[in-house]
Each structure stands twice: as C-alpha cells, then as structure tokens.
C-alpha cells in the first residue's frame, strides 16, 4: 500500500460493491493511503509528517468544507473556534454543539479544526464551539483532554448543560467520550446528547475490525505509533485514552455511525453494545461499504449520515 509520499499507484483491495451510490463506487475506487510514521523520540520528524498530512487532508478534502461564519477565540486560555451558521441567533440561551475535531489525535489542528467543524455546524443548525486542542509530540496526553473539560467547563458555565451537546469524529469521539468520563470525575453534569462518529474509543486496537478491515479501508489504517506517542508511556487501556474500558453508565443518549469497511466499526459498535448494556439509550448507525470518515462528504449516503445526527440533536436538544 502506498504512502503518503509515493506516486506510485495502486489498486483498491477489493471490488468495488454496486450496492452504493455511483459517488460512493467513485471514493472506494480511490486507491488506498498509508501512512509511515517516524520514531517516537523524533519530534522534527512527527512535525513533519503531521504538517504533511495536514497538506494531504486539505487537498483531498478541502474543496468540501461549507463557508460558515467563524471567530477565532480563547475559551478558558484554549484556542477555539466558534461557528454560527446564517440564522442562528446569538444569546446566552442559544444551544451549542461542542465540536470536537478527529486526526488520530495528532492532527487536524489550527485551521483545518475551524474549516472541519463547518460541516457539522451545518449539520447541527447550532452555534458550534472547536476546540483546538494541544497535541503531540509537543503536547501528548493528558493535554488534549484537559484542553477540552477546559473548554466544557467553560460551556456549562455559560449555558445550561441541558442547551450543551458534544460530540466527536475519529479522535475526536476519543476525547469525546473521554470528556464524558472525566466530567463525572470532576462531578461536573452531563450534556443533554453525545455524537460519536466512528470513535476511536480503543487504542489498544482489539477488535475484530481491526483485522478484517485492515485492508478494506482504503481512507484508514492501525495507529499504533501514533496511539504510542499520544499516550506517553501510559497504558493504552486507561478509559482516559480508551473510553471503551471505562464505566460508561450515566452517559446521556449517544448516536453511533460507522460503516461495513471501517477499520474502527467494532470500536463504534461494541461502545454501542456497552451503553446499551448499562442502561444509557443509544443508537447505531452503520453504513453499506462505508470506510472511516465517510465517501468524501458529498455522497447521498454522507448526507444521510448528516440527516440522521441532525434528527438526534433535534429530538435531543431542548426546543425553544
């Protein structure tokens, strides 16, 4: 499989279904991306390749970020990003969706957290808070999650949890749902909804699509090195780093969204099956042939996607 910095092509692992939509057959013919990280104590290295991957996420994503009014802040000393899409008004009782944004806990930083969150400002039709959270190899764990109960902390002082709903892509459905435990830690309340899209809930990486997705993703492949260098010498199985083994009971209603080819569908649908089992009302969506992150965000089956989280914020959210 190829790496980032190779131009040589290659071919997609495996046929391209007919059960999807002609946009979709296009982003699985893709051919797959892999990545080749450096060694963990070389931090010039690590910067390097995440500013690559940074260039790489906007060239292939870029061209579909929606145009949403953004401001750039400081929220409890965190940088962050506040969307407010046409129409939504401002006020101390508006609610707001706390965004928080994926790239194996690495990447994703600086503008692309602003431009990434547009989408689910969008989808939400609420004033979005993104958090730019420190991240490694300068910054490795516990930063991120502290960064983002900073920022919770800060929401809830400015707006009922009831008018507070949080939620998270790929890392970002980590720390989400990290930020769940760790909020009840600090004896902080709940939002009224939780949104975990494909989580990266297990950095462990002990499911089963872990294996039999390996080679089926062609957007996604195993993050040891990166987990490795995220965790700094803690164990991966903490639930502060992986959600997935903490005590889930309590959570507030979560929506799950995965696909059949995503390498972190058995994180998504064992989370599933742990809410579930504890109580919490949670649902799963999982999608035909769907790798991590969706078929490039302009698919009838990722407007679907968008669809279906924004009919969960509606019924879950407090209506004015």
């Given at each position: 499989?190829?790496?980032?910095?190779?131009?040589?092509?290659?071919?997609?692992?495996?046929p391209?279904?007919?059960?999807?939509?002609?946009?979709?057959?296009?982003?699985?013919?893709?051919?797959?991306?892999r990545?080749?990280?450096?060694?963990?104590?070389?931090?010039?290295?690590?910067?390097?390749?995440?500013?690559?991957?940074?260039?790489?996420?906007l060239?292939?994503?870029?061209?579909?970020?929606?145009?949403?009014?953004?401001?750039?802040?400081?929220?409890?000393?965190?940088?962050?990003?506040?969307?407010?899409?046409?129409?939504?008004?401002?006020?101390?009782?508006?609610?707001?969706?706390?965004?928080?944004?994926?790239?194996?806990?690495?990447?994703?930083?600086?503008?692309?957290?602003?431009?990434?969150?547009?989408g689910?400002?969008?989808?939400a039709?609420?004033?979005?808070?993104?958090?730019?959270?420190?991240?490694?190899?300068?910054?490795?764990?516990?930063a991120?999650?502290?960064?983002?109960?900073?920022?919770?902390?800060?929401?809830?002082?400015?707006?009922?949890?009831?008018?507070?709903?949080?939620g998270?892509?790929?890392?970002?459905?980590?720390?989400?749902?990290?930020?769940?435990?760790?909020?009840r830690?600090?004896?902080?309340?709940?939002?009224?909804?939780?949104?975990?899209?494909?989580?990266?809930?297990?950095l462990?990486?002990?499911?089963?699509?872990?294996?039999?997705?390996?080679?089926?993703?062609?957007?996604?492949?195993?993050?040891?090195?990166?987990?490795?260098?995220?965790a700094?010498?803690?164990?991966?199985?903490?639930?502060?780093?992986?959600?997935?083994?903490?005590?889930?009971?309590?959570?507030?209603?979560?929506?799950?969204?995965?696909?059949?080819?995503?390498?972190?569908?058995?994180?998504?649908?064992?989370?599933?099956?742990?809410?579930?089992?504890t109580?919490v009302?949670?649902?799963?969506?999982?999608?035909?042939?769907?790798?991590?992150g969706?078929?490039?965000?302009?698919?009838?089956?990722?407007?679907?996607?968008?669809?279906?989280?924004?009919?969960?914020?509606?019924?879950?959210?407090?209506?004015?």
């Amino acid at each position: 499989m190829a790496d980032i910095d190779s131009a040589e092509p290659t071919q997609p692992a495996f046929p391209v279904p007919a059960s999807v939509s002609p946009e979709a057959q296009r982003w699985l013919a893709m051919p797959p991306t892999r990545i080749r990280y450096p060694a963990l104590d070389d931090t010039d290295a690590w910067l390097a390749r995440i500013k690559q991957t940074d260039d790489y996420v906007l060239s292939r994503y870029g061209g579909h970020f929606p145009s949403v009014p953004t401001q750039e802040t400081e929220i409890a000393g965190v940088h962050t990003f506040v969307l407010r899409p046409d129409g939504v008004p401002e006020g101390d009782t508006t609610p707001v969706y706390l965004d928080i944004h994926g790239g194996a806990l690495i990447a994703g930083g600086g503008e692309l957290c602003g431009l990434m969150a547009s989408g689910m400002a969008l989808t939400a039709g609420m004033e979005t808070w993104s958090i730019d959270y420190r991240m490694p190899p300068l910054h490795p764990y516990p930063a991120a999650l502290e960064d983002c109960l900073a920022v919770y902390q800060a929401l809830i002082g400015a707006r009922d949890p009831a008018d507070v709903l949080v939620g998270g892509r790929s890392a970002g459905g980590n720390l989400a749902a990290a930020l769940m435990l760790r909020a009840r830690d600090e004896g902080l309340p709940g939002p009224a909804a939780l949104v975990l899209v494909s989580p990266e809930v297990d950095l462990t990486e002990s499911g089963d699509s872990f294996e039999i997705n390996r080679a089926a993703d062609n957007v996604l492949a195993s993050l040891r090195e990166v987990n490795l260098l995220y965790a700094n010498g803690h164990d991966l199985a903490d639930p502060y780093l992986s959600p997935l083994f903490g005590d889930v009971s309590g959570f507030p209603a979560t929506f799950l969204q995965a696909g059949t080819r995503d390498l972190f569908l058995s994180n998504t649908v064992r989370m599933h099956r742990k809410l579930r089992a504890t109580g919490v009302e949670a649902e799963l969506h999982v999608f035909e042939a769907m790798p991590h992150g969706g078929f490039g965000g302009t698919s009838p089956e990722d407007r679907e996607v968008s669809t279906e989280i924004r009919g969960f914020l509606e019924r879950h959210r407090r209506q004015a």
